[in-house]
């Protein structure tokens, strides 16, 4: 088979866009070039990280992550804007693949955030990678919005949760689009028995404080997070159709809304493995065509 030049759009959807990971994998397995990346929100991430040729680092450093260590990157503010503040994070990030300009990317890349005053969509091309990143994941009431030159940015997927419009294009390559919020039924696992663990106090007090925040899927817990959450869920997919249909990619790779959840991430590893099989199934039914 020829090799095939991909425009890449990955989709916001919080923890569920480590699937874009999966995507990825799948994509190169089958000897697509990815030319160039657009993302929204976790989409932003995965997509800037790609780009400068080092997310393998980050995926082992996810596969070496246990809840000890996420619980340390938690930045909790009193902020009435948002819950975390996000430095720890992306100064982690930094760590793993330091900052760059996006100009200087192996790929051409843009990340897609709000402006949440004017209520206008931001298109970083250029500038820091890292502001372009923290600015798309911002989502509202859980991080604090980023500013950059007086500018309070928060999520892409507010506006844009899938920008299947602001991806470099060249001629005759393929749009493969990654939608993690697609409404489609899932066969839900039955939870596994929950081990007991002994933390020290001052950790048991934090994780019990992310317990109550954070939602746990059940119908009848409807607090502020779980209630954002799903709120979250029912905008990106609405504007996520209304997208694909106004202008549909060549491959759309699409993964249930209810299959994780928003804040799963301590499930990276099982996440990423869905977006692989997703992929190698849309991928398979394009190259029978």
Known sequence: ???????????????KGFAHIGVINALKRHGFNIHSVAGASMGSLI???????????????????DLREMMKLIDITISSKGLIKGDKVIAKLKELIPDRNIEDLKLPYCAVATDIVSGEEKVFTDGKLYDAIRASISIPTVFTPHVIDGHYYVDGGVVNPIPVNRVKRKWRDIVVAVNVNAMIPVKKKPEPKKVQRKYPEQLKLLIEKIENIVPKNRADHIGIFNLTNKSLNLMLNQISELTLKLDPPDIQIDLSVDAFGMFDFYKAKEIIESGDIAAEKAIKKYLKR
Request: net charge negative; proline share 0%.
């Open 1 to 15: 088979m020829k090799k095939r030049d991909v425009a890449l759009v990955l989709s916001s959807g919080g923890a």
């Open 47 to 65: 997509g800037g990280l790609y780009t400068t040729g080092e997310l393998d680092n980050f995926v082992d450093f996810m596969d070496n992550m």
